[in-house]
C-alpha cells in the first residue's frame, strides 16, 4: 500500500459533502450524560427534555404601577364621573382598591388594575378616573411558561438566555452530556515547541486545533510532538483510543515521511484519503477501534481549514448534536478569485465597509452589500498569516471555475462559530 500510494499520488479525490458523510457514519454519539448547574451549563448540550416544573409567574401580578379593583366597581367611571374607592392594604373587597407595583402579587379579591395615571389619592379614598375590565393590566399566572411546559428537546445547546429561562421556572441544575474528549497529536520530525534551530519549525498547528476543539464545546488533549516514526505514531494514537476522536496534524500527504494514513490503516481502516477541497486536499479520515481519526495537513492553512470541514462535525456529532450553519456577511467581492473546477475552494477575505451611493466615485448602489469582501493576496497553505488576519472565506463551489470581481457573495465567519 505504501509504495503504491506514494507513487500514485492522488488521482482520485473525494467530493468534500461525500468524506463528511463517510466521516459521519463512522461516530456515534457517545452517550455520556452528567448533571451541572446553571452557573457551568452556557453551551452545553441538553441530554434530555427539559420541561417546567412550575409556572412563570408562579402567581397572578400587577402588569402596570397603580390599583388593583374589582373591575365591576369601575364600570362607568370616567374624567367628569370617577369611581370613589376605599383605599386597603389587600385583600380587596367590594368597594375597595390596594396600591401595587408592577410585578407584584395581585391582592386577593382583586381581577384588575386602574394605571396610576388615572387615579387620584384623596384622603382614604381612591378616586379612579378609567373603568378597566377583568384582567386588565394583569399577568396571568403561567402567562410567561405554563406549568409542565415543554421547553428544551435533546441535543439543543443552551445559550445565557435559556439558562435564565429555567432557573425562572426553579431549576437550578440540568442534565447535559459530558464534554467529547478529543485528542490532539502533533506530528512532525522538523517540530519543536520552541526555539527553532536550522531546519526546525515552532509547532502551532496542534495549538490551533486544540484551540478550536475548545471552542467548540470539547475538551482537548494537547499531546507532544511525534516524530515520523511508524511504531511511535501507532503508539500515540493507541494511547489516546479512549478518547472520542483522535485527530493528528502532519503526515497525511503522499510524501515519503507521510507515513498516518499507513499508520491508520493499520490499526484499524482509512475511510477516505485526499478531499476536492482547497487548499488541504490531502486529509485523511479513518476509524481505529470505534474512534474517529482525522489526520490533518501540516500547511497550517491546509490544517485549519480542513479541522472546520471534517473535525468540528465529527466532535458535534459525538457530542450528541450537529454543526449549525457558519453566519455569514453579503459582500462584493473586490478581485477575481481563481479555482479548479470539481474542487471546493476556500479563498480568505478581508471585510470592509463599502463606499455608500453619496461618498463620490466609486459608491456602491443602492440594494448592493454594505461591505466588500478582499482576498487576501497571501494565499499559499502555508501562509498562516493570510487566515489569522482574515474575516472569513468565501466558499467557491466545485461546478465553478472560479469567481469574478463584482460579485455578491456569502463570506463565511467560520471563527466566531461555536
Known amino acids: ?14 467530493r468534500v459533502a461525500d468524506a463528511l458523510a463517510t466521516l459521519l457514519s463512522a461516530a456515534e454519539p457517545h452517550g455520556r450524560t452528567e448533571v451541572v448547574p446553571l452557573a457551568d451549563a452556557a453551551d452545553r448540550v441538553v441530554a434530555e427534555p427539559v420541561t417546567a416544573p412550575a409556572p412563570v409567574p408562579g402567581y397572578d401580578r400587577a402588569a402596570m404601577d397603580g390599583y388593583a379593583v374589582r373591575a365591576e366597581d369601575t364600570f362607568g367611571a370616567s374624567d367628569r364621573s370617577p369611581a370613589v374607592l376605599r383605599h386597603t392594604e389587600g385583600p380587596v373587597g367590594p368597594g375597595e382598591a390596594a396600591r401595587v407595583h408592577t410585578g407584584s402579587d395581585l391582592p386577593e379579591g382583586a381581577d384588575a388594575v386602574v394605571m396610576i395615571e388615572q387615579v387620584e389619592e384623596v384622603g382614604e379614598e381612591v378616586e379612579t378616573f378609567d ?6 393590566n394583569v399577568g396571568d399566572a403561567g402567562e410567561d411558561v405554563a406549568e409542565g411546559q415543554h421547553l428544551y428537546d435533546e441535543g439543543h445547546v443552551l445559550r445565557p438566555s435559556d439558562l435564565g429561562l429555567l432557573k425562572s421556572v426553579g431549576l437550578n441544575e440540568v442534565r447535559v452530556y459530558e464534554r467529547p474528549d478529543v485528542a490532539v497529536i502533533p506530528t512532525g520530525e522538523e517540530l519543536v515547541q520552541a526555539d527553532p534551530g536550522p531546519g526546525e519549525v515552532i509547532e502551532t498547528n496542534g495549538l490551533t486545533v486544540s484551540e478550536l476543539v475548545e ?5 482537548p488533549r494537547y499531546r507532544d510532538i511525534v516524530t515520523d516514526d511508524e ?4 503508539a500515540a494514537i493507541e494511547d489516546d483510543l479512549d478518547a472520542d476522536v483522535v485527530v493528528t496534524t502532519g503526515g497525511s500527504s503522499v510524501g515519503e515521511r507521510d507515513l498516518l494514513p499507513e499508520v491508520v490503516d ?6 477516505v484519503h485526499g478531499v476536492a477541497l482547497k487548499p488541504g486536499h490531502p486529509v485523511c479520515l479513518g476509524e481505529v477501534s470505534g474512534t474517529p481519526v482525522v489526520s490533518l495537513p501540516g500547511y497550517p492553512v491546509a490544517c485549519i481549514v480542513n479541522a472546520v470541514q471534517f473535525l468540528r462535525p465529527v466532535q458535534k456529532r459525538v457530542s450528541g448534536t450537529e454543526a449549525k450553519p457558519h453566519p455569514t456577511r453579503r459582500a462584493t467581492l473586490t478581485r477575481k478569485v481563481a479555482s479548479e473546477p470539481g474542487t471546493r475552494t476556500f479563498a480568505r477575505v478581508r471585510l470592509e465597509p463599502a463606499p455608500a451611493a453619496d461618498e463620490g466615485e466609486g459608491g456602491r448602489d443602492p440594494g448592493e452589500p454594505a461591505l466588500k469582501a478582499t482576498p487576501t493576496r497571501a494565499s499559499g497553505s502555508g501562509v498562516l498569516s493570510s487566515v489569522a488576519l482574515a474575516d472569513g472565506w468565501v466558499v467557491v463551489p466545485e461546478p465553478r471555475e472560479g469567481l469574478d470581481a463584482g460579485e455578491v457573495v456569502d463570506a463565511e465567519l467560520w471563527e466566531v462559530t461555536r
Open 266 to 271: 493499520s490499526l484499524g481502516e482509512v475511510l
Open 231 to 234: 511504531e511511535a505514531l501507532a
Open 131 to 136: 373603568a378597566v375590565a377583568e384582567g386588565e
Open 1 to 14: 500500500m505504501s509504495h503504491d500510494r506514494h507513487e500514485a499520488g492522488f488521482k482520485q479525490r473525494t
Open 215 to 219: 471552542s467548540w464545546g470539547g475538551d
